[in-house]
């Protein structure tokens, strides 16, 4: 009986941790997504402050042509890693979503490039709503620094509303407005992950030390 209990215990045990690495990859997976957004939200914004010699229009063809590579990048994904033999594994649909996002930005990219900056903001307040999700995790985790990230993602979300809401008369001010906040929003988002993946990392090792220390008692 008692051979019987600790094959299923480890036959559990092992189905658990696959879970759980399977868990991991696509956390891993969605931070490197949000990890290269904010990459490129770096690269536009000293593009558009450094080098004026590149239009507001290439920038655009950029942006959809690295949704559209992702959203491929995302599909082909799914497949080999059989993630249809998953439940809640959503990677062929969000890479369809971006791929038409993508197809249609290079084909409206004149559209776009009218309205750039607000597409930008819209891409900010986005940027803000998963850092507000990232603050929130840290306080799950029971940090005492998520109180900071949380004030500073609540003045990056007025600063994303203030560019949606475009209130200035000034359109270079406007512009200049908007890319610095990009900028320091896209190097916000890079800190943010790096701290919040070392804090989720010492989290599971504690969690994994007090579970062997119950089984061992």
């Known amino acids: 009986m008692k051979i019987w209990y600790n094959s299923v215990r480890l036959l559990y045990r092992r189905e658990e941790r696959e879970i759980k690495m399977g868990e991991k990859r696509k956390n891993m997976f969605n931070t490197v997504v949000v990890a290269l957004?904010?990459?490129?939200?770096?690269l536009v914004s000293v593009l558009i402050l450094f080098v004026p010699q590149i239009e507001i229009k290439d920038i655009c063809y950029f942006?959809?042509?690295?949704?559209l590579v992702l959203g491929i990048y995302m599909i082909v994904r799914y497949f080999l890693?059989?993630?249809?033999?998953?439940?809640?594994?959503y990677g062929f649909s969000q890479g369809v979503?971006?791929?038409l996002l993508g197809s249609c930005g290079l084909v409206s990219a004149d559209a776009i490039a009218s309205s750039f900056l607000t597409v930008l903001g819209l891409a900010l307040l986005l940027s803000g709503v998963i850092k507000l999700q990232y603050a929130l995790d840290l306080k799950f985790m029971k940090d005492k620094a998520w109180i900071g990230f949380f004030?500073?993602?609540i003045l990056f979300l007025v600063c994303s509303v203030v560019s949606v809401l475009k209130p200035f008369s000034d359109k270079t001010f406007y512009e200049k407005y908007t890319c610095y906040v990009l900028l320091a929003d896209g190097i916000a988002t890079i800190v943010n992950i790096g701290y919040l993946r070392f804090r989720i990392k010492a989290y599971s090792n504690e969690q994994e030390e007090s579970v062997e220390s119950l089984e061992e008692s």
């Not at 957004?37 to 770096?42: G, M, P, R, T």
């Not at 890693?81 to 594994?89: D, I, P, V, W």
Request: glycine share 8%.
């Open 37 to 42: 957004i904010a990459a490129v939200f770096i």
């Open 63 to 67: 942006c959809c042509g690295a949704v």
């Open 81 to 89: 890693t059989e993630g249809y033999q998953r439940l809640s594994e």
């Open 97 to 99: 979503l971006f791929v």
């Open 151 to 153: 004030a500073v993602t």
